[in-house]
């Protein structure tokens, strides 16, 4: 029993400490870069003027930021959504007074939640994939300068982007590549007049019926997840690796005096793997645009969007776009690396306990024959 329970709390202080090391990274990957903007002040109405492209779609419906200093154990900067009262959403603008807004960001923020202001961002060319979930791609207005049109298919585009703020921010990419203006339906705030009523119109809902912009996503964000991918192998395998070696302790552990030495070679090499788990963390970047937005888990999210991705890049490498085919090669070339890590370094710590049960078993037989020599009974 004494054992069991030895074990048993050995096993629980490695998980505790791997997933504290774990989530105290996690936390760092969630993190939002993002990029702010000061109102443009009107004296006609005394209030600040930002761009519709500041809303953010939330689980309330749109909402708007701003960021702030938090304090204490909540130090550090942080977004707030404001009150739906603090502003005003009209066809042009959104209407609001205070120092700064979120306009664009790697990913949603969350109220109350850590982000890393980006104030000079870098320059770099990228390639961008615009993919719908309707039948066909929305009809699109003019692109911004430097952003052409390399391949495209009824629902995807692959576009060309020069030198592009980086990080990667998918509602710049779609105010760079805009949806064409349609005119609003404005029938539910309309009299008996068929005039509208322009004080009642609930323009968030009218933002909310507008043609639906198509999801955007990097190549070059794509790659760098990629490149991360040998690092995660190492990751998994070293997790794995200290299970196995611990079923091959707690087997070992059954005559403890005999296997003493194998079981402090196993200790040691799991105390080496957990040591080089938080320097392996910490050499692992996710880029944040292509992480879901609230758990680092939802194995649903990547299946969704990383299907969509290689689904358009298959469909452009087959057009003979040679972006697409590299980075298709490049994803299958870390993929098949990364699965190789894993696989080596458990196979090693399987070989290891195989190795140390079997000659733990021949030592076993050579003392019961050496006490059977001496006239003694075999313990």
């Avoid at 790697?106 to 979930?133: G, H, M, Y």
Wanted: some cysteine.
């Amino acid at each position: 029993m004494k054992r069991v329970i030895l074990c048993v709390s050995v096993l629980v202080f490695w998980i505790l400490t791997f997933s504290t090391i774990f989530s105290l990274r996690v936390e760092q990957w969630m993190i939002p870069s993002v990029t702010t903007l000061e109102p443009e002040f009107s004296f006609a109405d005394n209030k600040g003027h930002v761009p519709l492209d500041c809303l953010f779609e939330t689980e309330t419906g749109n909402s708007i930021f701003t960021i702030y200093e938090g304090t204490m154990w909540e130090a550090g900067t942080r977004a707030r959504a404001l009150l739906p009262a603090d502003y005003t959403v009209t066809p042009e603008d959104v209407q609001l007074i205070c120092d700064s807004v979120i306009n664009y960001a790697t990913k949603t923020p969350r109220s109350d939640e850590p982000v890393n202001v980006v104030l000079i961002p870098e320059r770099q060319e990228d390639r961008w994939l615009a993919v719908t979930k309707d039948e066909s791609l929305p009809e699109l207005g003019e692109f911004a300068t430097g952003v052409s049109i390399e391949e495209q298919t009824e629902r995807e585009l692959l576009l060309y982007v020069e030198k592009v703020p980086q990080p990667f921010m998918e509602k710049r990419a779609q105010s760079m590549v805009p949806v064409a203006g349609t005119e609003d339906d404005l029938t539910p705030w309309t009299d008996n007049t068929g005039e509208v009523d322009w004080e009642s119109v609930d323009w968030e809902a009218v933002e909310a019926e507008r043609p639906e912009a198509p999801s955007f996503y990097s190549l070059i964000d794509l790659e760098n997840w990629m490149e991360q991918m040998p690092k995660i192998g190492l990751l998994v395998g070293s997790v794995l690796a200290s299970l196995f070696l611990w079923v091959g302790s707690f087997v070992l552990s059954k005559e403890c005096r005999k296997n003493r030495r194998y079981l402090l070679v196993n200790g040691l090499l799991m105390l080496i793997l957990l040591g080089a788990l938080p320097i392996l963390l910490h050499y692992i970047d996710l880029p944040s645009s292509l992480l879901p937005g609230t758990h680092i888990v939802d194995f649903g999210y990547y299946a969704r969007e990383f299907g969509d991705v290689f689904g358009a890049l298959n469909r452009f490498a087959a057009q003979g776009s040679q972006a697409a085919d590299g980075a298709i090669h490049q994803a299958s070339t870390m993929l098949w690396r990364s699965v190789g890590l894993a696989a080596v370094i458990i196979i090693i710590a399987i070989g290891i306990c195989v190795a140390e049960i079997i000659f733990s078993r021949k030592g076993s037989v050579h003392y019961m024959v050496k006490d059977e020599q001496n006239g003694n009974k075999p313990s």
